[in-house]
T-cell receptor, first 111, second 113 residues
Framework: GDSVTQMEGPVTLSEEAFLTINCTYT??????LFWYVQYPGEGLQLLLK?????DKGSNKGFEATYRKETTSFHLEKGSVQVSDSAVYFC??????????FGPGTSLSVIP | DGGITQSPKYLFRKEGQNVTLSCEQN?????MYWYRQDPGQGLRLIYY???????QKGDIAEGYSVSREKKESFPLTVTSAQKNPTAFYLC????????????FGPGTRLLVL
């Protein structure tokens, strides 16, 4: 069945460090891929998305590229800030509207 | 403003009691979803609905029920059959089909007394 796998957290980085959070997926057909961010006690917010192979989603300095050959959608940011501390979820949306989330990766950025 | 509202923010359930969580959206979305999130864990799909008067079980539907009588509303009932209901419940909606993202409500935290 369809699934999403993310790297285990928590991840702790110093401010201005480079961030990578790995995400791989298994799906039939051509899913859309998403990264969401969740701040403590809140719902999820869309961070970025990509709808077809080789698309790059970007927002607030974060980027991810839809790699069909490796079934991956890794999240990257060149220089993290303390305000980026949150939980990040990779997700896919199937052609029949079901959305599947990865387990989430907690990120803490220290000054 | 368009968006999704969930109420209440906190809900307390007694043993053997059914409770209903509200989810309303004014985004004119066809699809709506309920997820459960346990501390430090990801989201698990409880139920989803692609259209009024139709819904499908997700991965953890046992002990829960839903209805979709109106496009704007997708209430979730946590029944007494759900033995471990303490969690953070998130509702979401999305346009039907295509690659559009989901929009999430602020969540309801359910606690058992």
């Amino acid at each position: 069945g369809d699934s999403v796998t993310q790297m285990e957290g928590p991840v702790t980085l110093s401010e201005e460090a480079f961030l990578t959070i790995n995400c791989t997926y298994t799906a039939t057909g051509y899913p859309s891929l998403f990264w969401y961010v969740q701040y403590p006690g809140e719902g999820l917010q869309l961070l970025l998305k990509a709808t077809k192979a080789d698309d790059k989603g970007s927002n607030k300095g974060f980027e991810a590229t839809y790699r069909k050959e490796t079934t991956s959608f890794h999240l990257e940011k060149g220089s993290v800030q303390v305000s980026d501390s949150a939980v990040y979820f990779c997700a896919l949306k199937t052609s029949y509207d079901k959305v599947i989330f990865g387990p989430g990766t907690s990120l803490s950025v220290i000054p | 403003d368009g968006g999704i509202t969930q109420s209440p923010k906190y809900l307390f359930r007694k043993e053997g009691q059914n409770v209903t969580l509200s989810c309303e959206q004014n985004l004119n979305h066809d699809a709506m979803y309920w997820y459960r999130q346990d501390p430090g864990q990801g989201l698990r799909l409880i139920y989803y609905s692609q259209i009024v008067n139709d819904f499908q079980k997700g991965d953890i539907a046992e002990g829960y029920s839903v209805s979709r009588e109106k496009k704007e509303s997708f209430p979730l009932t946590v029944t007494s059959a759900q033995k471990n209901p303490t969690a953070f419940y998130l509702c979401a909606s999305a346009p039907r089909g295509g690659s559009e993202t989901q929009y999430f409500g602020p969540g309801t935290r359910l606690l058992v007394l």
